[in-house]
C-alpha cells in the first residue's frame, strides 16, 4: 500500500489551467476507474471534486476535470481562481479491497 | 442533512489505548460503509480502515498491523475505532468519512475530526 505519487507543489495565475498528476500502479489507479480528487482549505476537512475519475459531484465547478491514463491519474483545474488556493489529494481504490491516497499537492494561486 | 461527528480524541501515551466515536445523522445509517481517515500534523491523507453497513465487510491498512479495530452500533447510529499501542507516528486528526451508496470510492461527507496526541 504504498502512497500514489503526486507532485508536492504547483503554481499558476488567475485564469490559467493547471494539471496535478497521480502516479500509482495496476494495483490501483490503473486497475479501476475508482479514482477521486479532494480538495483541502487549511483547518477544513477535505471536500470531494471528482470521483470515478472523471466524474463532478453536484456543485463543483466544471472547472474542475479528472482524466486517467493508464497508472496516471490527472485533475485539471482551468481558469484558476484565488479561492482555489489549496491543497490537493488524489486517492484511490485498490486491488486488496483498501483505499490509498497521494501525498498531495500544495496549489498555489500567483 | 448529513452530519458525522467524531469525539474521543486527545491526548495518550506512547503505549497507550484510545477509543473514537462517530455519530452519525441525517441519513440511514446501516445502509452506507464508513471510512476511518487520519491526517498527521502538517501532512497528507492516510486511509485507515472501513466497514460496510452491517460490518459484513471491513478492511484495514497494511501499515496498522493489526493495531486498531473498527465496528459499529446501527441501534446507536455510531461508528468506532479502537486504537491500541498506540505511538508517536498515530498522532493525527482522525476523520470518520462516509462512502456514498452504490460506489466503491466516493467519499461523500467527512466529519471535522477529532485530534489523537500520542505523547509522554
Known amino acids: 500500500q504504498s502512497a500514489l505519487t503526486q507532485p508536492a507543489s504547483v503554481s499558476g495565475s488567475p485564469g490559467q489551467s493547471i494539471t496535478i498528476s497521480c502516479s500509482g500502479t495496476s494495483s490501483d489507479v490503473g486497475g479501476y476507474n475508482l479514482v477521486s480528487w479532494f480538495q483541502q482549505h487549511p483547518g477544513r476537512a477535505p471536500k470531494i471534486i471528482i470521483y470515478?475519475?472523471?466524474n463532478r459531484p453536484s456543485g463543483v465547478s466544471n472547472r474542475f476535470s479528472g482524466s486517467k491514463s493508464g497508472n496516471m491519474a490527472s485533475l485539471t483545474i482551468s481558469g484558476l481562481q484565488a479561492e482555489d488556493e489549496a491543497d490537493y489529494y488524489c486517492?484511490?481504490?485498490?486491488?486488496?479491497?483498501?483505499?490509498?491516497f497521494g501525498g498531495g499537492t500544495k496549489l498555489t494561486v500567483l | 442533512e448529513v452530519q458525522l461527528v467524531e469525539s474521543g480524541g486527545g491526548l495518550v501515551k506512547p503505549g497507550g489505548s484510545l477509543r473514537l466515536s462517530c455519530a452519525a445523522s441525517g441519513f440511514t445509517f446501516d445502509g452506507y460503509t464508513i471510512n476511518w481517515v487520519r491526517q498527521a500534523p502538517g501532512k497528507g491523507l492516510e486511509w485507515v480502515s472501513s466497514i460496510s453497513g452491517i460490518s459484513r465487510y471491513i478492511y484495514y491498512a497494511d501499515s496498522l498491523k493489526g493495531r486498531f479495530t473498527i465496528s459499529r452500533d446501527n441501534a446507536k447510529n455510531s461508528l468506532f475505532l479502537q486504537m491500541n499501542s498506540l505511538s508517536a507516528e498515530d498522532t493525527a486528526v482522525y476523520f470518520c468519512?462516509?462512502?456514498?451508496?452504490?460506489?466503491?470510492?466516493?467519499?461523500?461527507?467527512w466529519g471535522q475530526g477529532t485530534l489523537v496526541t500520542v505523547s509522554s
Open positions: 470515478d475519475v472523471t
Open positions: 486517492s484511490s481504490y485498490t486491488t486488496t479491497s483498501t483505499v490509498v
Open positions: 468519512v462516509r462512502a456514498r451508496r452504490g460506489y466503491q470510492h466516493y467519499f461523500d461527507f
